[in-house]
């Protein structure tokens, strides 16, 4: 399921998501892998289990092919995510119980698309995300973990969706991430790690929602993930003169549309959708910090 998201998500910001046999054809998919054993979530692949990441893959491309009124019972898919917050207010992957600040967006950035946040207990699933803060103003998986990028736009975009972001030091976080960028202009996820392509997207996303994309050079973001693709097959690389895939592709597309480098429809950073897609199905309007004050 997500390397169906990845590869429709780049298709439809090179505005290439055109082609109505293939469309339906992963309509038809999408619906085959909803798990009859549970209320309404999706699995990885037809006849996997159900899980909160792949679900919210699946709700993702069925909004970009505005097809949410496939799902034969929306309700459903809401009782299984509600069904996964914890006592302490996370969220689980799936019945078997794995938790960690992911989960907890999927699940928000799906029940908003759902229009059914009233379900769950947000304030509850804010305070957990918070406890998953550390010293630096950064954010780890779970509490007391080490800080990482990825978790980072997990739980700034979280806390975005519910309107909960006056509870972050912007500053101190912003820099944080700042610090993400390496001589060769790409970011790493943490501290002496190698710069990869997917954290132009997990980084400047969240520092644009944080309003503190001004501060990277986005010129040297930009060159590392053009460097970074193949010349001969087109697709993007982790870094450059490694071998590309789906996940690096869609990452640093999303990255160059966030700067506005290259002819690319524009995404959202929050929802991780296309703002057309954004726009016609009237989401929730999320500020930046700027917007907000």
């Not at 078997?96 to 759902?114: K, M």
Request: aromatic share 10%.
């Amino acid at each position: 399921m997500g390397g169906v998201y990845w590869a429709v998500s780049a298709m439809s910001l090179l505005r290439q998501l055109d082609d109505e046999q293939r469309r339906d054809d992963i309509i038809e998919w999408i619906l085959r892998c909803r798990d009859p054993k549970t209320s309404g979530g999706f699995g990885p692949n037809v006849g996997h289990d159900a899980d909160l990441v792949a679900t919210h893959y699946a709700l993702l491309v069925l909004c970009m092919f505005d097809a949410l009124e496939r799902l034969p019972h929306r309700g459903g898919v809401v009782a299984f995510i509600a069904g996964l917050q914890q006592a302490d207010g996370s969220f689980a992957s799936d019945a078997w119980g794995e938790v960690d600040v992911r989960f907890a967006y999927c699940a928000l950035s799906s029940l908003t698309i759902l229009d059914a946040l009233d379900q769950i207990d947000v304030d509850a699933c804010v305070d957990w995300i918070l406890r998953c803060m550390n010293y630096e103003g950064s954010f780890g998986p779970v509490p007391r973990a080490e800080s990482h990028a990825a978790y980072v736009f997990c739980a700034v975009q979280a806390l975005a969706l519910v309107d909960a972001l006056e509870a972050v030091d912007v500053d101190r976080l912003g820099w944080w991430l700042c610090e993400r960028q390496t001589p060769s202009g790409g970011f790493n996820g943490r501290p002496e790690k190698a710069p990869d392509v997917c954290y132009s997207w997990w980084i400047l996303s969240a520092l644009v929602t944080l309003d503190r994309a001004h501060w990277i050079d986005m010129e040297k973001l930009a060159d590392f993930i053009a460097l970074a693709q193949d010349q001969e097959d087109g697709g993007i690389a982790d870094r450059p003169g490694d071998v590309p895939d789906v996940f690096h592709t869609f990452f640093g597309l999303a990255g160059l549309s966030l700067m506005r480098k290259a002819d690319l429809a524009p995404i959202h950073c929050v929802y991780a959708l296309p703002l057309e897609v954004v726009h016609r199905m009237h989401l929730p309007v999320i500020l930046s910090m700027y917007e907000r004050g």
